[in-house]
């Protein structure tokens, strides 16, 4: 249990009066003050570097931000399904502080210390397959990237063999393999090559858009994974059990277990790539829970740590334990600061039972994406588990994914003070990856503003 920090003197953003939580549209979005440090930054920060909504951010708490033009925008995206506790959370600031004060780092591998190990516990407790009897263990690193890297890294090991199965539609990282790994080439591998060998990418689920039944495309995926890839070569499969930056896609019902079944029946490491929909966001603290697969290997990071850098690659100990001493690390993984802060993310899980409240936004918010689905028909489908949840649009009749209506959407909500972020290999998807403590009051904020932004972008 971490405590509230005795001596550290820790300035934050939790108090109200510095960050109420409400929208405040102050100066056109990006202000004044955001363009001429936007300029500052043009001339030192590369531009392979790009940020969506170049609005400089000062402070934030729970589900705002608030920019150094002093507007506050409500932040649907948490900076990409991080801020699962929402921002500045007092007990993930109150644990850092606490720990930063303590130890800050020693490197693991050189001496250790009790977070990293309590970290582990609490993985092993919500990995479905884990047991008390028999846990899976945890390596702790950095990004998601690096989870995937390791991932794949511990499956070589452990099967002996060198291929690497992904779905299309995947998203995994920017490292060199990563970047193979990715269905767009474009913008993440393109120009970086040579692209790693031996990385196969067989079909999805995509019910939209192929109509298939889960098992339908599960034996399209099978078929592709032995004829093209060869079960026999292959490593591991790499799932991401709702696609993130790929749609939000959930895939049919059936088509995850077949999957893991084929795995099993073939030696395939099954790792679940949970970076994104990952904890207790989907409502289940790992969504592939909800589809009633145990993973063989679970990949954790984003929201694990309430903001700090954390990622954890957490296995069936045989596949674990297959790596010689030495094999695996690295000079911050699980450094003790992320690791306090994850700890305080976990405990408040359980404590303010924000299962529960992902379950409740995926209600409200929910249900007025449908109400708008209602009045624009540009929004084909509405899609996601718990706080993971995304509209996609189309050119009405069609399937065809309309890009530009998204970007005119997110920018007229923009403007509004409400940061929203795409997502699909075409743009397609709107995405909302709200904190679980966002109010059901911020969120009719959201969809009173998503309803004025369509209105004006349509
Ligand atoms: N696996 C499923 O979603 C990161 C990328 C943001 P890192 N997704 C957001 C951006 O533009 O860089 C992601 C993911 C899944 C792996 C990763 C990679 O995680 O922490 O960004 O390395």
Redesign the pocket.
């Known amino acids: 249990m971490s405590s509230a920090p005795s001596t550290a003197a820790v300035s934050t953003a939790s108090d109200e009066s510095s960050v109420s939580q409400q929208r405040l549209v102050r100066t056109e979005i990006p202000g004044p003050r955001s363009r001429e440090i936007h300029e500052r930054r043009r001339a030192v920060v590369p531009p392979g570097v ?1 940020s969506v909504l170049p609005v400089y951010i000062e402070r934030a708490h729970d589900a705002i931000l608030v920019d150094v033009d002093g507007n506050q925008i409500i932040d649907v995206c948490g900076g ?2 991080v801020m699962t506790v929402g921002h500045t959370d007092d007990r993930v600031v109150a644990a850092a502080a606490d720990q930063l004060g303590r130890v800050t780092h020693t490197l693991f591998t050189m001496t250790p210390y009790e977070p990293y190990v309590e970290v582990a516990e609490h993985l092993a407790k919500h990995v479905p397959g884990s047991t008390v009897a028999a846990p899976y263990k945890t390596l702790l690193m ?7 890297e390791n991932g794949v890294k511990i499956a070589r090991k452990y099967t002996g063999r060198p291929g690497v199965a992904v779905l299309e539609h ?6 060199l393999l ?1 970047s193979s790994m990715n269905h767009k080439a474009a913008p993440y591998a393109l120009g970086y090559g040579p692209r790693v060998g031996d990385v196969y990418k067989a079909p999805n689920s995509y019910p939209l858009h192929d109509g298939l039944s889960g098992a339908e495309a599960a034996a399209r995926t099978i078929a592709f994974l032995e004829k093209q890839a060869g079960a026999a070569d292959l490593a591991c499969l790499v799932v ?1 059990p709702i ?3 790929g749609g939000f896609i959930v895939p049919a019902d059936g088509f995850l277990p077949a999957l893991a079944d084929w795995c099993r029946e073939n030696g395939v490491v099954f790792i679940a ?5 990952g904890m207790a966001r989907t409502g289940t603290v790992f969504s592939i829970e909800q589809f009633g697969v145990q993973p063989d290997i679970v ?1 954790s ?2 929201g694990i740590a309430g903001g700090l ?1 954390l ?1 954890g690659i957490t296995g069936r100990a045989e596949i674990m334990d297959a790596s010689q001493p030495g094999g695996l690390g690295g000079t911050f993984g699980g450094n003790p600061v992320s690791c306090a802060a994850a700890v305080a993310v976990f405990e408040q899980i359980e404590e303010l039972d924000l299962l529960a409240e992902a379950q409740r936004i995926e209600r409200v918010f929910g249900a007025g994406l449908r109400e708008l689905q209602q009045r624009f028909p540009a929004i084909a489908e509405v899609r996601g588990r718990g706080a993971m949840l995304a509209i996609e649009l189309t050119r009405p009749g069609t399937l065809e994914p309309d890009a530009d209506l998204v970007a005119r959407v997110m920018d007229e909500a923009a403007q509004r003070g409400v940061l929203l972020l795409s997502s699909g290999v075409h743009n397609q998807a709107i995405r909302f990856l709200p904190s679980l403590k966002m109010s059901d009051e911020l969120i009719a904020d959201v969809l009173s503003v998503l309803e004025e932004a369509f209105t004006a972008a349509s």
């Open positions: 790009h990409i399904g950095n990004s998601g990237a690096e989870a995937v995947a998203y995994h990282g920017r490292t990563t991401e696609q993130g930056e790539d949970e970076v994104q929909a990949l990071a984003k850098p990622a």
